[in-house]
């Protein structure tokens, strides 16, 4: 069973900075994109980042532009984590934060981790 667990989020200040972390099990987390995703209350739901498996041309990110040079994603295979830092942070960017992964054709969902920036 696919199980992703999100955690790390919480309340900061403008200017902040947040470490999330996306736990990961039931299948073989190397070979799988994983990406991060934002909803706010009210907006749909949108990519905020994705790492890429390592192949031929290695390991790449992308980003959504409002967030580019501000965050970073990275995966640690050996441990089944993708982590997404988040620095100076914005009140745009609270949101409840998902990790994703597409297995099998079906996308599954963490629970979810509460990012609110706000002074």
């Known amino acids: 069973q696919v199980q992703l667990v999100e955690s790390g989020g919480g309340l900061v200040q403008p200017g902040g900075s947040l470490r999330l972390s996306c736990a990961a099990s039931?299948?073989?987390?190397?070979?799988?994109?994983m990406s991060w995703y934002r909803q706010a209350p009210g907006k749909e739901r949108e990519l905020v980042a994705g790492?890429?498996?390592?192949?031929?041309?290695?390991?790449?990110?992308n980003y959504a532009d409002s967030v580019k040079g501000r965050f970073t994603i990275s995966r640690d295979n050996a441990k089944n984590t993708v982590y997404l830092q988040m620095n100076s942070l914005k009140p745009d960017d609270t949101a409840v934060y998902y990790c994703?992964?597409?297995?099998?054709?079906?996308?599954?969902w963490g629970q979810g981790t509460q990012v609110t920036v706000s002074s």
């Open positions: 994703n992964v597409v297995w099998q054709s079906l996308t599954y």
């Open positions: 039931g299948f073989f987390f190397s070979m799988y994109t």
């Open positions: 790492i890429t498996s390592s192949g031929v041309s290695g390991v790449s990110t």
